[in-house]
């Protein structure tokens, strides 16, 4: 059995964080989490304090990123020249995912994936759509990428979701791949199936579910052949969804409706779907991911990197969709940031504050992003739940003063001093205790973007 003593502990159902918690695991489980508000003790004695670990500040559940391609944190810092729109991030992306193989994905990934760690993250979903060698010619294990990434993550000590993905055409009209787009096609959503059926990670750490791409991606015919194999196998699906305008303009063209819409009606929504980004819907497109309970995965750092938009997050709550958070393309990673974002970006759309509560907020970076992703049973610091442990310091030039309610609004990935995984320390006083992840992130990244 381990112990840990947190200073302050944000339980579940909690308006704000308990002073003096006492949490205890076994076997990667929270087997006991008792406060120890007024001077008391627990049941079983002083004892019991003596061989607790001290975590000073104020520790969290797990944090989830519902939203990752590993590939691109090599793109950081290098897509704004020119003014950076969209289109030239783009071509740097292609770049980079043209030069990668399995080995030069695995070191990327870990070190990304560590990066994570170092951030308070202990489970990541992974948008997985770069599967084949250059020009779309598979690797004698077909699932050679995807085996890349369930290593990576098991080196740097989280947890994985991998949504592999269905990407079949470059375009809503039935466009073919083309050029490093190549990589990511299977030919149709049957032989995409037949390749995913084939891999099942054995490790504990890692799960396989599902993503469709877009409707840019995979044609409305081969869209029920992706949605049931995820429902058949009872894993989670996810799905890039109106992240810009055009994307709604060329489906309504095509298909003469949204992209909402279209999904609808081939049976793709529901509570085990996750929509990405949902930055332009329709209020209609609102209702039908709310009343099908279709949760919605925001990623405002990356949205606004690419001048995406802000997306209705209160409304669509409201609505009834559950909300998680991603980090997407790693313009930076901090879900304190995508977190707060939240708010703030509904502040600067209405003009109004106050739209999330800090526990709301708090949800949709733990419990809501391990519920997308498949993980039940994380994200609160509860008996039975997995023994996921974060520690954010709250002695840092941006947290000191800072009454431990208001860590979504004043903490960065920078202040986390300890992540505990399933039970098992990974990060310790700031350090990933098995990566030295600035070297390899340098050392990975120049070796995919080297003239």
């Given amino acids: 059995m381990t112990r840990w003593l947190a200073e302050y502990a944000w339980l579940p159902e909690h308006a704000e964080p308990t002073p003096d918690v006492l949490i205890e695991a076994e076997d990667g489980r929270i087997t006991a989490v008792t406060p120890l508000t007024g001077g008391g003790r627990p049941t079983a004695g002083v004892e019991v304090l003596r061989d607790a670990a001290r975590l000073p500040g104020l520790t969290l559940p797990g944090l989830a990123n519902a939203h990752s391609h590993a590939f691109h944190r090599a793109l950081r810092g290098r897509t704004h020249g020119g003014r950076g729109d969209f289109w030239s991030w783009r071509e740097v992306m292609y770049d980079v995912a043209g030069r990668l193989d399995p080995d030069s994905y695995l070191a990327l990934a870990r070190a990304a994936y560590a990066e994570m760690a170092l951030a308070g993250i202990t489970c990541v979903g992974e948008f997985h759509y770069l599967h084949h060698g250059p020009g779309g010619q598979p690797y004698d294990d077909p699932n050679a990428m995807s085996a890349a990434l369930v ?7 989280i947890r994985l979701t991998l949504l592999d993905t269905a990407y079949l055409t470059a ?9 490093p787009q190549r990589r990511f096609g299977d030919g149709d959503a049957l032989r995409w199936a037949a ?23 995979v044609p409305a015919e081969q869209l029920a052949t992706v949605a049931g194999w995820a429902d058949r196998n009872g894993v989670p699906l996810h799905v890039h969804l109106s992240e810009q305008p055009a994307e709604n303009d060329a489906c309504r063209a095509v298909h003469g409706r949204t992209p909402t819409r279209l999904l609808a009606d081939h049976g793709v929504l529901g509570p ?18 709310g009343d099908s309970g279709t949760r919605v995965c925001l990623c405002p750092t990356t949205e606004r990197d690419l001048a995406d938009g802000i997306g209705p997050a209160r409304r669509m709550a409201e609505a009834g969709s559950p909300l998680s958070l991603g980090s997407d393309s790693h313009a930076m990673v901090d879900l304190f940031e995508e977190a707060r974002a ?26 809501g992003g391990h519920a997308a992703l498949g993980w039940g049973d994380a994200g609160r610091l509860a008996v039975g739940d997995r023994a996921d442990l974060v520690t954010v310091r709250l002695d840092t030039a941006r947290t000191a003063g800072v009454p431990p309610v208001g860590a979504f609004f ?19 006083d700031g350090r990933h205790l098995t990566v ?16």
Wanted: without cysteine; charged residues 25%.
């Fill in 151 to 157: 290593e990576a993550a098991a080196h740097a000590g």
């Fill in 171 to 179: 375009s809503v009209d039935g466009a073919p791949l083309d050029g």
């Fill in 195 to 217: 390749r995913v059926d084939a891999f099942r990670p054995e490790d504990g750490h890692a799960r396989v579910g599902a993503a469709i791409h877009s409707v840019r991606a």
């Fill in 272 to 289: 085990h779907t996750t929509a990405i980004h949902a930055t332009h819907p329709t209020s209609a497109d609102l209702t039908l991911l």
């Fill in 342 to 367: 939240v708010e703030l970006d509904e502040r600067l759309r209405t003009r109004k504050r106050g739209h999330f509560s800090a526990v709301e907020l708090l949800a949709a970076a733990t419990v």
């Fill in 410 to 428: 004043a903490a960065t990935a920078a202040d986390v001093s300890h992540v505990v995984v399933d039970g098992r320390p990974v990060v310790a």
């Fill in 436 to 451: 030295d992840v600035p070297a390899e992130l340098r050392a990975a990244i120049a070796e995919v973007t080297a003239p």
